[in-house]
């Protein structure tokens, strides 16, 4: 049974950071690309951030020079570093994993995610 269990989440005032962990288990981990969508009431669903099985990294424009995505296929985990946090930043962020391994068009439009997980809470305060 695959599972992808997001931490890190909380309240942060704007300005501030937080570093989101996903920890996968029951997959190949290694050979996924793994990627970060954030789900809010204002702005639906939309892509955050994306590493490939071979560690190229693609930002949402929204995100970029402010997250940082990395992957430890030792541990089975992938990061989400955010820094410069907005209070537009705020949403539920889900870790997701594509079995493809790369970064494709269709992973940004979550056509090929095969899993996700149960989602953390960032709240970023003005």
């Known amino acids: 049974q695959v599972q992808l269990v997001e931490s890190g989440g909380g309240l942060v005032q704007a300005g501030g950071s937080l570093r989101l962990s996903c920890a996968g288990s029951?997959?190949?981990?290694?050979?996924?690309?793994m990627g970060w969508f954030r789900q809010s009431p204002v702005k639906g669903r939309e892509f955050v951030a994306a590493i490939s099985a071979s560690a190229d990294t693609y930002y949402a424009e929204s995100v970029k020079g402010r997250f940082t995505m990395s992957r430890d296929n030792a541990k089975s985990t992938v990061y989400l570093q955010m820094d410069s946090l907005k209070p537009e930043d705020t949403a539920v962020y889900y870790c997701v994993a594509d079995p493809d391994g790369r970064i494709r068009t269709e992973m940004l439009r979550a056509r090929t995610i095969d899993y996700w997980g149960q989602g953390t809470q960032v709240t970023v305060s003005s």
């Open positions: 029951g997959l190949t981990f290694s050979s996924y690309a």
